[in-house]
């Protein structure tokens, strides 16, 4: 013999996976330590091409892709309040991510100290990622310090012997310096 009961329970689903069209703007946890490390600015599920700053950029599309989950919801941050996403599983990486803060308290480098820095495999950016970086995300001349971006920034692509191209966000335009020349700040970014 027993009484029949009921109950009524609320659930909280934990790790919903990320079904987004697109992931650009989010943040994200890419060492799944809980802290988002960078701010996603390229989709390879998405893929395309556009310019920023006169410089033409193209996003390439992969497949076979990890899957991703919303890890953290409402994440305040530099790049304003979103949420952030985190992987499981194996596959293909889908996001280009750029770290959120410059590389060692925004000590400035010469080119040539500047491309030995990497961490883990965060690493200093090419120009056409910085283009699609500042292209994806809306980055002008009016609006980088808000995102705690400094000035002027290493890539690590090269235009002719002995100079490479750095991004000016206060000019909205990539120049190009000699290795041994100006210092510029350094920010890695990462696949994710």
């Known amino acids: 013999n027993y009484n029949e009961k009921t109950a009524t329970y609320t659930v909280t689903v934990k790790n919903p996976t990320f079904t987004g069209d697109s992931g650009v703007g989010y943040y994200a946890d890419t060492d799944g330590d809980g802290t988002p490390d960078g701010i996603i600015f ?3 599920k998405k ?13 390439s599309t992969v ?7 919303i890890s953290q919801t409402n994440y305040k941050g530099p790049f304003g309040t979103k949420n952030v996403l985190s992987a499981r599983g194996s596959g293909n990486a889908r996001f280009k991510v ?30 056409n990622e910085w283009a699609a970086f500042g292209g994806q995300l809306g980055i002008t001349a009016y609006n980088f310090q808000k ?11 090269a235009y002719i012997s002995g ?7 206060s000019t909205r335009r990539m120049d190009t310096e000699y290795e041994m020349g100006e210092t510029c700040f350094v920010r890695l970014c990462r696949t994710f």
């Not at 590389?103 to 495999?121: H, L, P, R, W």
């Not at 100079?163 to 966000?169: T, V």
């Open 42 to 44: 390229e989709d390879f």
């Open 47 to 59: 893929g395309g091409s556009d310019s920023w700053g006169g410089i033409q950029y193209t996003v």
């Open 63 to 69: 497949t076979g892709l990890k899957e991703y989950y």
């Open 98 to 127: 750029m770290a959120l803060s410059d590389y060692n308290n925004s000590a400035t480098y010469n080119y040539v100290d500047a491309m030995e820095i990497t961490s883990g495999e965060w690493r200093v950016p090419t120009r």
């Open 147 to 157: 995102y705690k971006l400094s000035g002027v920034y290493w890539s690590s692509s």
């Open 163 to 169: 100079y490479w191209y750095y991004i000016d966000f």
